[in-house]
């Protein structure tokens, strides 16, 4: 089951977390292909990042952007891209993005890894009366679902 919007106060380009058992306790284990690699002193996993410089590439402006429109408030989307919610609000005026006043749809988030997001693709019923927004993190794959709500 996905998590309910709300449940989920991870900033992972941030890397508060252990994207795996979600601890605190993570350390710094060098650089990996111009990716900071981290590790996990809680579960002894060991993830990368890609390092978020002082230049924002257009990738995140557009995925700010595309949040923004299905709904999320200026705080969900610092929370999941890592990018101050003043930023965010830049962009939307910068780019006159107006999204529609009523929005029925929730989002809910998930972490997962290539095979679970190829499980979770393959269920039919995963993908009916829902959209979808899948974005690579580090090694893992953050999954943004809406789900109509009814009335
Ligand atoms: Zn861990």
Redesign the pocket.
Known sequence: MLKPAGCFTINFMQLNL?P??E?ENIVKSGIVKDRQRYL?K??K?FFTVNKLGKHIDTYYVIKALQLYLEGLSYREIERILGISHVTVMNWVKQHKIKAPSTNEYRPSYKIMNHTELVEHLKKKENLTRTGMLITELGDKFMVIRWERFKK
């Open positions: 252990c795996k058992c601890s996990c809680n579960c996993y």
